[in-house]
């Protein structure tokens, strides 16, 4: 591949940053230029969750792969990679086992993965998972391929990392959406009638009518059960705001006992 080759691949995947795709597309996109970049028969994109690898997505494996579970103290070629910290090529004639062996489609299929570089992901300054490539051919992989392969690692954990700030914007707006549905179903609801003929019960409806429309801070007290919630809704009734939801923060309390005595 050209130097121009490889700088339009990149550009293509930096270009895919700010863009509106689904998750598994960007990992299509960004394994797929992996392939393209690289002479490999197989490459993984595999995240770290405790002890153990989750495939996320992978080109040239099996199917199954991707319910695999690989855990990190069974494969010492994932270990040196997660200590390594940085793209490493294993030699062809490399003693330690290889993860992917019989996994390669195609022809393939039941031949042991002889070449193999990988590379650590750094999402938000943490180690976040692996990129994997694989060839069945020895010598596939050559010193500038591992140069190359560090800085694709870069805009390979730059995909990663806008896919988590992506997935954390879809869960708060749903969050902010469950939220203005319950204050809309609170607004939606019918008010509660206060109901008393006492003399203080009327000089109390008084003061309502007089403070709701004011815009002062009013603090309501009283013993548990004598309705202050209905008294705060009545104010919120004849506000300025009554079209608006009503919010209520409930702070709990707690009395601390100290059996150490006086000091």
Not at 31 to 46: M, T
Not at 103 to 110: K, T, V, W
Not at 169 to 193: D, F, H, I, M, V
Not at 246 to 259: F, P, Y
Request: charge should be negative; aromatic fraction near 4%; glycine fraction near 8%.
């Amino acid at each position: 591949m050209t130097t121009a080759d490889w700088l339009r691949t990149l550009v293509a995947l930096v270009g895919d940053l700010p863009q509106d795709l689904p998750e598994g597309e960007r990992y299509r996109r960004l394994l797929h230029a992996a392939r393209s970049l690289f002479p490999c028969d197989a490459v993984a994109l595999l995240k770290l969750d405790g002890d153990v690898l989750l495939p996320l997505a992978t080109e040239g494996l099996s199917r199954d792969t991707l319910g695999r579970r690989f855990k990190v103290a069974d494969h010492p070629r994932f270990q040196f990679l997660l200590a390594s910290g940085q793209a490493k090529r294993f030699d062809a004639d490399s003693t330690l086992p290889d993860p992917y062996d019989g996994l390669i489609e195609g022809d393939h299929a039941h031949l042991e993965v002889h070449d193999c570089m990988g590379c650590v992901l750094q999402v938000e300054g943490r180690i976040w998972g692996l990129l994997t490539l694989d060839a069945v051919e020895r010598g596939r992989f050559s010193d500038e391929h591992l140069e190359r392969l560090q800085s694709f690692a870069n805009l390979a954990s730059a995909t990663v990392g806008a896919v988590m700030r992506i997935n954390r914007l879809a869960t708060l707006l749903q969050t902010e959406r469950l939220r203005a549905e319950s204050y809309r179903r609170a607004a939606g609801q019918p008010e509660r009638e206060l109901i008393g003929h006492s003399v203080a019960f009327k000089q109390l409806l008084k003061e309502i009518d007089l403070v709701g429309a004011s815009e002062l801070t009013v603090l309501i007290t009283g013993e548990t059960g004598v309705g202050k919630e209905l008294v705060a809704q009545a104010l919120h009734a004849r506000s300025g705001r009554a079209d608006r939801p009503l919010i209520s923060l409930m702070r709990i309390l707690a009395n601390v006992t100290d059996d150490s005595g006086p000091s």
